[in-house]
């Protein structure tokens, strides 16, 4: 259990790094952004949980992140809009815009899944 | 409009904020390994994509851009850096979707490739045509 904390903590921290230093080098900064939303926790861990608990499990996974994507979508949405213009803090507004992202995830999955 | 890659923002970053996202980025696969332990696949699977580094990410496009060029082209940056992330997303849909339904029919490098493959290609359709409407 912990040895497999551990490779995802490493796995993660390494494929989040690469996007987001991928994401660093382009330019325009809304294409950029594309990196914002990459699928590095997928990535990281697809091969893990796959070899751990089998296809089955993996697909359940990847069925549920379709809608945490939506609720993603929502949440960079309203980022965009609360910072272009409503000008607000840039740190508290998407750290606070979480809870945002957890109401529209649990939401969709209660209506879809639930 | 034309797409750059420019090695000189990896060059002005930090190490300490490369070691931001990189702990960032492990805790969060930490989290939603044990949030799938506890709660099952259905619930884990929402963390796949969570955007738990995004805030870390804005905040240092933010200060890049203020120290360049001043406060209000700071948080511009960032709104456009989330304007960006929003047409990602419809990218990380596809992936996900593709990963669903590819999941039990492929091998796992194969289920890799063409899911990465689906999530740039859709991201750059995404980006190009909201580029072109709006």
């Given at each position: 259990?912990t ?21 660093g080098a ?5 294409f ?8 590095s926790?997928a ?45 607000l803090?840039?740190?508290g507004t998407t ?20 | ?20 996202r ?29 955007p ?27 709104g ?14 596809a ?40």
């Amino acid at each position: 259990m912990t040895h497999e904390l551990v490779l995802r903590f490493v796995i993660g921290g390494a494929v989040v790094s690469v996007f987001a230093m991928l994401g660093g080098a382009l330019k325009p900064k809304s294409f950029a952004g594309l990196f914002g939303a990459a699928p590095s926790l997928a990535l990281a861990t697809l091969s893990l949980t796959v070899t751990n608990k089998g296809s089955a499990y993996a697909a359940i996974e990847a069925r549920s992140m379709t809608l945490g994507a939506v609720a993603f979508f929502l949440y960079a949405s309203l980022v965009c809009y609360l910072l272009l213009r409503r000008k607000l803090h840039v740190l508290g507004t998407t750290a606070l815009s979480l809870i945002v992202w957890i109401a529209c995830a649990l939401g969709l999955w209660l209506i879809v899944v639930g | 409009m034309i797409v750059k890659l420019s090695f000189e923002s990896i060059r002005e970053t930090k190490w300490s904020e490369y070691a931001t996202r990189f702990v960032f980025g492990g805790v969060v696969t930490m989290l939603a390994g044990l949030i799938a332990d506890k709660f099952g696949p259905e619930i884990g699977g929402l963390f796949l994509a969570f955007p738990a580094i995004f805030p870390a990410s804005a905040s240092l496009i933010e200060k890049h851009e203020r120290e360049k060029k001043g406060n209000q082209h700071g948080r511009r940056a960032a709104g456009v850096d989330a304007a960006g992330a929003a047409m990602g997303c419809i990218g990380l849909m596809a992936f996900a979707a593709a990963a669903w339904k590819l999941l039990s029919r492929l091998m796992l490098w194969e289920i890799l490739v063409l899911a990465t493959c689906v999530w740039i290609v859709s991201s750059v359709i995404a980006w190009i045509v909201r580029k072109r409407v709006l």
